[in-house]
């Protein structure tokens, strides 16, 4: 019986997860890391900036791949997205394939630990790169453990991957359509840092506040406050985001300090809520604040979007 109940399963989530990007649960993504044929067996990549997080324990055939192998400092600014060519080598390696599905997952469970962000940046990339098949396991290492299933301690390593040979590269947006894009009707800049960031009250930024015309929605408004790796559905948040007018009808475009906790409004807003105009500020508030030679407008204070 017990086989016969894994076989459907296999069989439910194989239609169901064909060529799109969104959740799974850990359940769901246990039975297809244990399908009997190798083959057809999910790319599964831990994405935490650890590596002796890795070390301690990891999803069965998980090969790590450090989020921040994919940004390095350009033209003065830190974490800047690498070039095409040394982001696709990056991705062969980990064995990133157009025919597979890609099972994506770090910890984050508890604030102010946000390896989720790692996750949601790594899917930003793929998704960029024309991957379609993705999902993030949702809840994480630690939804995973929570379910009684076992970690390893094991090294896996992915064959060689193979990348669609056509990209999506609207998903991304640069400043020149930053600037295009504030203030226009029916256009949304949505700032997914914390408030204190998004008012400049903060020690960690070169220039303080935010790009003028910009709402304030944490990231974390979207995530469990019990697991931080795990995603309220759309059904409770989506009355909030209403509340802040972050609504399907608009063009919208995210950011944060880096592009790791926009990435995440990215995700969930495109591949979870289902709104179908998101993109992503790659270059972020770090590098806003350095171009122009520091000359670009900025504003500080302001409440979250949706509260008082």
């Not at 009684?148 to 064959?159: I, L, R, S, V, W």
Request: glycine fraction near 10%.
């Amino acid at each position: 019986m017990k086989s016969i109940l894994t076989l459907l399963t296999l069989a439910l989530l194989g239609s169901a997860a064909h060529a799109e990007i969104g959740l799974i649960s850990c359940a769901e993504a246990k039975a297809l890391i244990e399908n009997p044929d190798a083959s057809k067996r999910p790319i599964v990549l831990d994405t935490r900036g650890g590596y002796k997080d890795y070390f301690r324990g990891h999803l069965p055939t998980a090969q790590h791949m450090e989020f921040d192998t994919l940004r390095g400092t350009d033209h003065a600014v830190p974490v800047q997205y690498l070039p095409d060519d040394l982001t696709k080598a990056l991705l062969l390696r980990a064995g990133v394939d157009k025919d597979r599905l890609h099972l994506i997952y770090a910890t984050g469970d508890v604030l102010p630990n946000d390896e989720i962000l790692s996750s949601t940046m790594v899917v930003h990339v793929l998704e960029k790169f024309g991957v379609q098949n993705i999902k993030i396991v949702d809840g994480g290492l630690a939804e995973w453990n929570k379910q009684g299933f076992a970690p390893t301690q094991e090294y896996f390593g992915n064959p060689t991957g193979n990348l669609p040979k056509k990209g999506n590269p609207t998903v991304a947006a640069n400043i020149t359509d930053v600037q295009a894009h504030v203030g226009k009707p029916g256009n949304l800049l949505i700032d997914a840092r914390p408030l204190n960031e998004f008012r400049g009250e903060d020690d960690v930024w070169l220039r303080k506040g935010h790009i003028p015309g910009a709402i304030s929605f944490h990231w974390a408004r979207l995530m469990e406050k019990d697991n931080t790796h795990k995603f309220k559905p759309f059904t409770e948040t989506k009355a909030a985001l209403e509340k802040a007018g972050i609504t399907p009808d608009k063009n919208i475009i995210c950011y944060c300090g880096t592009s790791r906790e926009g990435s995440l409004l990215l995700f969930y807003l495109k591949h979870v809520a289902g709104y179908p105009d998101v993109r992503l500020y790659e270059g972020a508030w770090k590098e806003y604040v350095w171009l122009n030679d520091k000359s670009l407008p900025a504003e500080t204070g302001g409440n979250p979007a949706g509260m008082k």
